[in-house]
T-cell receptor, first 112, second 112 residues
Framework: EPEVTQTPSHQVTQMGQEVILRCVPI?????FYWYRQILGQKVEFLVS????????KSEIFDDQFSVERPDGSNFTLKIRSTKLEDSAMYFC??????????FGEGSWLTVV | RKEVEQDPGPFNVPEGATVAFNCTYS??????FFWYRQDCRKEPKLLMS???SGNEDGRFTAQLNRASQYISLLIRDSKLSDSATYLC?????????????FGTGTRLQVTL
């Protein structure tokens, strides 16, 4: 069964460093997303991406965050200057139609 | 009022029991509805979509009441493997943007 794949599965970084989280969505999907989940809290929407553009972004997705689809397969989330409060699980997701959304296994980011 | 509200639980039930979870949502423009299951430190996995007519998938039955903005999930004959957090999720599609909003989840623990 096709799946969304994410790398790295776990990254530890120092505060102020840049981090890039990578995702390979399911191949025929057109809509891509990043969500995050701080430990013990709910899953929160960050950004949606369609046709090589951001469709919608949340208040969390400030200027420190950016997304790119550098080639036909990868979808990346960049955090320019990490803060302690960026420590969370980051989930990439994709869907063919905007309805049923499939999640990757997540990238656990720890900022120290 | 929270966008998606769930009783966090935990619900501790013996194997074989029937358990019901409820959820309310505040945005009447929400268009599609889901229950996801999340195991500890794992990604959310789609359990089932929820329709006004009600739908069943084996031991799981989901129901949507649009007038009351209320969603339910019933699990019959609980198994140990059902132990997880159940996430109520609503989706709003605006143009090309689709945004899932998650509840905080209801924790279920099934015991022998």
């Amino acid at each position: 069964e096709p799946e969304v794949t994410q790398t790295p599965s776990h990254q530890v970084t120092q505060m102020g460093q840049e981090v890039i989280l990578r995702c390979v969505p399911i191949s025929n999907h057109l809509y891509f997303y990043w969500y995050r989940q701080i430990l013990g809290q709910k899953v929160e929407f960050l950004v949606s991406f369609y046709n090589n553009e951001i469709s919608e972004k949340s208040e969390i997705f400030d200027d420190q965050f950016s997304v790119e689809r550098p080639d036909g397969s990868n979808f990346t989330l960049k955090i320019r200057s990490t803060k302690l409060e960026d420590s969370a699980m980051y989930f990439c997701a994709s869907t063919p139609s905007g309805n049923t959304i499939y999640f990757g296994e997540g990238s656990w980011l720890t900022v120290v | 009022r929270k966008e998606v509200e769930q009783d966090p639980g935990p619900f501790n039930v013996p194997e074989g029991a029937t358990v019901a979870f409820n959820c309310t949502y505040s945005n009447s423009a929400s268009q599609s509805f889901f229950w996801y299951r999340q195991d500890c430190r794992k990604e959310p996995k789609l359990l089932m979509s929820v329709y006004s007519s009600g739908n069943e998938d084996g031991r799981f039955t989901a129901q949507l009441n649009r007038a009351s903005q209320y969603i339910s999930l019933l699990i019959r004959d609980s198994k140990l493997s059902d132990s997880a957090t159940y996430l109520c999720v609503v989706n709003k599609i605006t143009g090309t943007a689709s945004k899932l909003t998650f509840g905080t989840g209801t924790r279920l623990q099934v015991t022998l």
